[in-house]
Every structure is written in structure tokens, then in C-alpha cells.
């Protein structure tokens, strides 16, 4: 970020501005990434994860992990240092997560809050799956909860729509972690199964292995339907691809959330995958990306910015 020049006062409220560097080989990448955003956007995204993660902590019996033989974990993941911990030891850190979650959407020291619930979730989460099959439910939280680590959020005392590489680069890293996210799912389908992934079989039988929590006759019935099975397969194929392209623009950003929704409701009713932390994260990050760059209320609840006019240069005094 350019410093301001000499003698001039800073305009407080303006858009921060950047310099295209001559070592930067993605400059309009850069500026695109990095461009100023307003305040009430990177609200928003930060308090939407940080309910997410209060959520999470909040719908789970997690002292269901001390229950778990030690011998059954795999000590692979990210927690795997931790030690096995106590029914007591769990609530409270379920209790402490989601205390900080609701400090982060009430902004009470919102970057400090929001990191003692994403450590909280973090371990709980890393614990919940270190034994047994290899559960995917929390990653997509848990990731974008850590890019929004390094942000800081507005205060209370930042206009909404206030104007700030600040506000700006972290709904957008959001967006692209949720893009890559999306798109190395896909990527993997097609690297270990190839188009037949999709166009053969493999979604037929899928259904009919599946345990659905609406009964087994709905999985049953669509893979015995000619082409459902192919088609629902690769709608859900297409969707994981495209996601870079879909949340680049600001108008299909909501109609990604809404086709996530679905897609993941789908699995939901089909095989009995709970993937719920999938479609709130994405909608706490994609739906306030895919509003207008005004903020969406009445101009005169908005506070004004006080804009302080650059100094005049001193008139050099006559010799």
C-alpha cells in the first residue's frame, strides 16, 4: 500500500489505493483480490462463519469422543498431538467456543473471540474425526475460518460503508478458499475415476448402499431410474469444477449457495451425509459477496464519514 505523499492529511472514510509493483506478474489478478470493499461485507462474512462455528459447537454431544477406545485413533490429523481428553475437558471447550462465537457476532473483541472459537472447533472437530472412517463435515468451516484469522473486522465505530483494502481482501479469500475447496473435490473424482465417475454406474450403486434417514425406498427408486443416477452425478460434478467461475461473478455467487443447498440436501435425503456446516458456510461467505456494493437499508440510518480535505502546501515565505 502507497504511502501518502508529503504533507497531505489521509482522507478518513476514502478507499485505500495500491501500487502495481513491477515484480507482480498478476497485477489486475492482485488489484481484483486486494481492491477496497466496504465495512458492513467484511461484518457480515466474519460474523456468518463465526455463528457457523458456534453452531457447530453448539448441535453435537462431543463428549461422545471419550467414549472412544485410544486404540482407535489415528493420530494423523492436525490434532493428532493432542492427548485423549475427559467428558469434562470437552464441555468445556464446547462451552468456551461458543461463548467466543458469541462474542465475535456481538464484535466484542471480534479477531481475538473469533480465534478462541475457531481453536475450540478446531480441536473438538480434529478429535471427532481422528477415529473411524475419515470425515469431511467440519473442513470446509474450519478452512475458511483460518484464512479469516489474519483479518481484523470493523469495529463499532467503522461506518458501514466505509471503504478499505481492509474490508475488501477478506470476503474475497474467503470466496477463493471456498472455490478451491469445491474445485479439488471434483478434481479428485475425475484424477482416481475418471468421466465414469459421473456417465457410469457408480452413482447407482452409491444409492442403493446408502442409508437414507427418509427411508431406503427414496435411494432405492432413483437408482433404478434410467439416467437419474448419471445425472445427479454429474450435476454435482459440474458444480464442484465450475465453482471458481461461479463465485468470480457477483450475481451467481447466491445461485451457487442456492445449488449447494440443494446439492448437499440431496446427499442428506439420499444417503444420510449430514454436509449442513458445508451449506452455512457457503452461504455466510457467498451470499454477502452477491450483494450490492451499497449497503441494503435506508441511506440515512447509513453514519457519515467525516472527510478531512488535504492541507494546502505552504506558500513559501517572499526573500
Known amino acids: 500500500m502507497s504511502a501518502p505523499a508529503t504533507g ?3 482522507v478518513v472514510g476514502a478507499p485505500e489505493t495500491r501500487t502495481a509493483g513491477p515484480g507482480r506478474r498478476w497485477p489486475a489478478l492482485d488489484a481484483r483480490l486486494v481492491a477496497p470493499g466496504p465495512a458492513w461485507r467484511a461484518r457480515w462474512v466474519h460474523g456468518g462463519v463465526a455463528a457457523v462455528v458456534g453452531l ?35 464441555v468445556a471447550l464446547q462451552v468456551l467456543g461458543v461463548a467466543a462465537a458469541v462474542l465475535a457476532i456481538a464484535r466484542v473483541r471480534p479477531r481475538l473471540a473469533f480465534a478462541v472459537a475457531w481453536a475450540a472447533y478446531l480441536v473438538l472437530a480434529g478429535l471427532w474425526g481422528s477415529s473411524g472412517k475419515v470425515m469431511h463435515n467440519d473442513v470446509l468451516t474450519v478452512t475458511v475460518a483460518t484464512v479469516l484469522l489474519f483479518s481484523s473486522p470493523p469495529g463499532r465505530g467503522v461506518p ?14 474467503a470466496l477463493a478458499v471456498v472455490g478451491v475447496v469445491y474445485l479439488l473435490t471434483g478434481v479428485q473424482k475425475l484424477r482416481h475415476s475418471g468421466p465414469g465417475w459421473a456417465l457410469g454406474d457408480n452413482m447407482a450403486w452409491v444409492l442403493r448402499q446408502g442409508s437414507s434417514p427418509l427411508g431406503d425406498g427414496l435411494a432405492q427408486a432413483l437408482a433404478n431410474l434410467p439416467a437419474v443416477p448419471q445425472l445427479l452425478a454429474t450435476g454435482a460434478l459440474c458444480l464442484e469444477l465450475l465453482a471458481p467461475l461461479l463465485l468470480l461473478v457477483a450475481w451467481t455467487r447466491p445461485l451457487f449457495a442456492l445449488a449447494v443447498a440443494v446439492m448437499h440436501t440431496s446427499i442428506w435425503a439420499c444417503l444420510g451425509l449430514d454436509y449442513s456446516a458445508w451449506v452455512l458456510t457457503v452461504a455466510a461467505v457467498a451470499v454477502p459477496a ?6 441494503p437499508w435506508p441511506r440515512g440510518r447509513e453514519p457519515r464519514s467525516r472527510v478531512v480535505a488535504p492541507a494546502a502546501p505552504a506558500t513559501p515565505a517572499a526573500p
Not at 63 to 82: E, K, Q, Y
Not at 160 to 173: E, F, K, N, Q, T
Open 290 to 295: 452477491g450483494l450490492p456494493w451499497r449497503p
Open 160 to 173: 458501514r460503508g466505509d471503504l478499505r483494502v481492509r474490508w475488501g481482501w477478506p470476503p474475497r479469500a
Open 8 to 10: 497531505a492529511t489521509p
Open 56 to 90: 457447530r459447537l453448539l448441535t453435537r454431544d462431543w463428549t461422545l469422543i471419550a467414549d472412544r477406545p485410544s486404540a482407535l485413533r489415528s493420530h494423523v490429523n492436525v490434532v493428532g498431538w493432542v492427548p485423549d481428553l475427559p467428558a469434562a475437558a470437552l
